[in-house]
């Protein structure tokens, strides 16, 4: 395994990032976000890293990564698709979108394609109640959902990973 570190410029994101908290665990979340962003996954070997940036233990570092759905673990594909389960989404139909995308990508809850392009995820609330049904793909949202729309962005997504645009 090869010891990662932070590039120059992300080390002085995180310094100047710390100078925002109260004290150095409360900025744990961004941290890992810098961490995500320069590794491009949460992998073990990332989250030891940051543990030790910080003096935390690696099982706290890897319950908050476990805890937060937004995080890109190990083995998560090019794009991560999170469907709300909550409420309101599940009266206006993310079941429907769930099973749709499931059958549509061959692939089931937690599970990513054999591409590596999509992983299929239940999440809970992600804060567009009012835009039920939603999923949140990567960092953007997709609200209002119709099964048509699911099949236009799965097909937009795997156009753009075909052309080498994938984000």
């Given at each position: 395994m090869?010891d990662?570190?932070?590039?120059k410029d992300?080390?002085?994101?995180?310094e100047?990032?710390?100078?925002?908290?109260?004290?150095?665990?409360?900025?744990?979340l961004?941290?890992?976000?810098i961490?995500?962003?320069?590794?491009?996954?949460?992998?073990?070997a990332?989250?030891?890293y940051?543990?030790d940036?910080?003096?935390?233990?690696p099982?706290?570092?890897l319950?908050?990564?476990?805890?937060?759905?937004?995080y890109?673990?190990?083995?998560?594909?090019t794009?991560?698709?999170?469907?709300?389960?909550t409420?309101?989404?599940?009266l206006r139909?993310?079941?429907?979108v769930?099973?749709h995308?499931?059958?549509?990508?061959?692939?089931?809850l937690g599970?990513?394609t054999?591409?590596?392009?999509?992983t299929l995820?239940?999440?809970?609330?992600l804060?567009?109640?009012?835009?039920?049904?939603?999923l949140q793909?990567?960092?953007?949202?997709?609200?209002?959902l119709?099964?048509?729309?699911?099949?236009?962005?799965?097909?937009?997504?795997?156009?753009?990973a075909?052309?080498?645009?994938?984000?």
């Amino acid at each position: 395994m090869t010891d990662l570190a932070f590039s120059k410029d992300a080390m002085k994101e995180y310094e100047w990032m710390l100078t925002r908290y109260p004290n150095k665990e409360a900025a744990l979340l961004p941290t890992l976000r810098i961490a995500e962003r320069e590794f491009e996954n949460l992998d073990p070997a990332a989250m030891k890293y940051v543990a030790d940036l910080m003096g935390l233990s690696p099982a706290k570092v890897l319950g908050v990564v476990t805890f937060y759905t937004h995080y890109r673990r190990e083995g998560t594909g090019t794009y991560h698709l999170q469907v709300c389960s909550t409420l309101s989404c599940a009266l206006r139909g993310s079941e429907d979108v769930c099973a749709h995308l499931s059958a549509k990508l061959g692939v089931g809850l937690g599970e990513t394609t054999d591409d590596g392009l999509f992983t299929l995820s239940k999440v809970e609330c992600l804060a567009s109640c009012d835009t039920a049904p939603m999923l949140q793909c990567n960092d953007d949202y997709h609200e209002g959902l119709t099964l048509e729309d699911v099949d236009h962005l799965i097909d937009r997504l795997r156009e753009e990973a075909k052309a080498g645009g994938a984000a």
